[in-house]
Each structure stands twice: as structure tokens, then as C-alpha cells.
Nanobody, 115 residues
Framework: QVQLVESGGGLVQPGGSLRLSCAASGSISSVTSMAWYRQAPGKQRELVAHITMSGRHYYEDFVKGRFTISRDNAKNTVYLQMSNLRPEDTAVYYC?????????WGQGTQVTVSS
């Protein structure tokens, strides 16, 4: 069993920054990548960024240049540094851990960008 616990969400003004963390624990093996998704009210969940175990990363266009995904293998933790936040970034952010067998999700952390 794998558990993912996100933290770091909150309320921030436009232009501000937040850093999300996702700590994985449990029977972790054959991990291929970790990722951040988000879901805004009334919208489908969408990929934000992902990072492979070798460190290669991918970003959706709407966060390129503003968000940075990173990983600490020793701590089984993935981070999302978010800068220059916009009101349209408001959403619940979910951590995802993908293995060759199964995909796991965290409970989500709310990010609200508002003045």
C-alpha cells in the first residue's frame, strides 16, 4: 500500500509563490514517474507537470516558466515550486505516483490565488 500526503497549499495573492510537497510512503517499488495534477471547480483534472525517476521533467504550457517540479529520491518526496501565481491557477492540486503496475493519488491540497 502506498500513501501520498500533500502539503503547502493555501491562499496567496496574484503574483505570489507557494511550494507544494508530496511525501510518499509505504510499499514503493517500480516507480516510473511522479506528477502534479490540478482540478478547478467545474473542470476536469489536468496534468500540471511530471518528473521521471531519471529526473526528466515535462510541463504543460500554462505553467512553463512559472512552476518547477523537483524530486528528492532519498525522501520519496516531490515538490512543485509555483511562482507568479494567477487567479486561474486556483484549484485543488493532486500528487500522483505512477508505477509499472498502478497509479496512486494523494488527497489533494487547495491552492487559492486571490486578492
Amino acid at each position: 500500500q502506498v500513501q501520498l500526503v500533500e502539503s503547502g497549499g493555501g491562499l496567496v495573492q496574484p503574483g505570489g509563490s507557494l511550494r507544494l510537497s508530496c511525501a510518499a510512503s509505504g510499499s514503493i517499488s517500480s516507480v516510473t514517474s511522479m506528477a502534479w495534477y490540478r482540478q478547478a471547480p467545474g473542470k476536469q483534472r489536468e496534468l500540471v507537470a511530471h518528473i521521471t525517476m531519471s529526473g526528466r521533467h515535462y510541463y504543460e504550457d500554462f505553467v512553463k516558466g512559472r512552476f518547477t517540479i523537483s524530486r528528492d529520491n532519498a525522501k520519496n518526496t516531490v515538490y512543485l515550486q509555483m511562482s507568479n501565481l494567477r487567479p486561474e491557477d486556483t484549484a485543488v492540486y493532486y500528487c500522483n505516483l505512477h508505477t509499472i503496475v498502478k497509479s496512486y493519488w494523494g488527497q489533494g491540497t487547495q491552492v487559492t490565488v486571490s486578492s
